[in-house]
């Protein structure tokens, strides 16, 4: 009878032990056949052929739904294509399957923030920096929106973050600059746009914007040789040529002054603060 007892034991932990090598086994082809399908899909997202990476991460969403990033690439695929209401929802789908999946968060936010939806994508935003609070870019959205909001202080709060965990984050610098700018403090403005020209030494919009504060600073000869440069990037810059002119002005330079001026005005014959300055 014992023996009976063992021989059943025995049956049923080799039954046991066939079922568990087969769940494996199935998992394992499982997780395989899924990840070829990711795989696929991002060589063809990388060929901005969407419709194809669609397809492919379709297909190892439904080879294996329990991992986030087949979700979340599902949406950024959509969203390139332009099809946000289908990003969206693979992007919620994404915090379901992992709810600390931070980048879902972020593009959810992106795409409020591109339908205007302000309140909304600050949400998405914020949700993001409590998952992972080391991320420079939702700080400098979140700057975005303060600037759409006309809030200066919270845009150079968001934007000062953004810098501190990111030091080359040319795009923040430079909305930095822009920011202390309109507050009236031209020095600190200064400081963020040199910070900034380290990073990008020939940003013509960057170097434009630093040699007018130069020249609102009388500061001409700095002012000169800032917009020497954005001259090299680009001849045809109304600006460039108007502010170069206001410099050589200020250095005593009357022929460049009005060679530049006169520059800015075939590049916009209508312009009345052009016509001003030469009167």
Known sequence: MRKRHINKIAITLSILFVLFVFAVNVSAKQSITSKTYYHEGD???DKKRFDRAIDKYKKAIKANPRVAKYYYML???YQTRGSLDQAIISYKKAVTVDPDYYWSYFRLGAICLEKGDHE???AYYRTSIEKCPKESDVH???GKICDIKGDTDG???EYSEAVKLKPDYFDALYNLGINY???GDLKRAVTFYKKARKVK???EEMLV???IIYVKLKNFRKASNVLAVALNVNLFNRDTRFYLGKAYYGMGNLDQAIKQTEKALTLDPDNADIHFTLG
């Open 155 to 157: 845009a150079i709060k």
């Open 75 to 77: 949406g950024k695929a």
């Open 140 to 142: 400098y959205f979140l």
């Open 43 to 45: 060589r063809y997202f």
């Open 181 to 183: 700018a309109q507050k």
């Open 201 to 203: 030494p020939y940003d």
């Open 209 to 211: 914007n630093l040699g």
């Open 120 to 122: 909304k994508a600050i």
